[in-house]
């Protein structure tokens, strides 16, 4: 278990709609990370918020947005979804400072299925 | 841009040795990360690499040759349960983010 709870575990849906999903951080990690994983496309890295702020972005989907709350939990949204959305979604989080940015620990994903 | 080359598919036995090969090439370099992921689960983090030679964390071990551009997973006495996909991942610029850019992953079948 690596402290980074996602919810919920499974999700079913239908083109054009709108779905939130929800992360909450390892104790005391002040960022999170949201990752995407298909099979096409391997762990793309989607975006990372830091205390509350923005703090790095990949190649995120204008249809996608995040944020993160004073509580440290995140959400990321996604609308007007289309088949190819259908993928693993992760949140990770970690200590922000230096080396340990690259020791990430990811929460159990959220699938996502868009019928 | 970054980018990272794995072989897709390794098989081993179990109780042999196997290493999992990768080689990047990145525009600022931050480390060279090994994560684990099972089947349907969350990938794990294995071992980082910030300068050139050998992590030994018990059966695994990660290398790093900078000047090549060139790292690799060493898993020994190998188990079943080491049936697994396995990633490497080197950190974007800037280097003040956690933004990873991961490799396509390495499957690997441990065999009785």
């Known amino acids: 278990d690596s402290g980074v709870t996602q919810t919920p575990k499974h999700l079913i849906t239908a083109t054009g709609q709108r779905v939130t999903l929800r992360c909450s951080p390892r104790s005391g990690d002040l960022s999170v990370y949201w990752y995407q994983q298909s099979l096409d496309q391997g762990l793309q890295f989607l975006i990372q918020?830091?205390?509350?702020?923005?703090?790095a972005k990949g190649n995120i989907l204008e249809r996608f947005s995040a944020q993160q709350f004073p509580d440290l939990h995140s959400e990321l949204n996604l609308s007007s979804l289309e088949l190819g959305d259908s993928a693993l979604y992760f949140c990770a989080s970690s200590v922000a400072k230096g080396s340990s940015y690259n020791e990430q620990f990811f929460g159990p994903g959220t699938r996502l299925t868009v019928l | 841009g970054q980018s990272l080359e794995q072989p897709s598919e390794v098989t081993a036995v179990e109780g042999a040795i196997v290493q999992i090969n990768c080689t990047y090439q990145t525009s600022g370099f931050y480390g060279l990360s090994w994560y684990q992921q099972h089947d349907g689960g969350a990938p794990t983090f294995l071992s980082y690499n910030a300068l050139d030679g050998l992590e030994e964390t018990g059966r695994f071990s990660s290398f790093l040759s900078r000047s090549d551009s060139y790292g690799y997973l060493l898993l020994q006495e190998l188990q079943m349960k080491d049936s697994a996909s396995y990633f490497c991942a080197v950190r974007d610029r800037p280097g003040n983010t956690g933004k990873l850019i991961f490799g396509q992953g390495t499957t690997l079948q441990v065999k009785p």
């Open positions: 918020y830091y205390n509350g702020e923005e703090r």
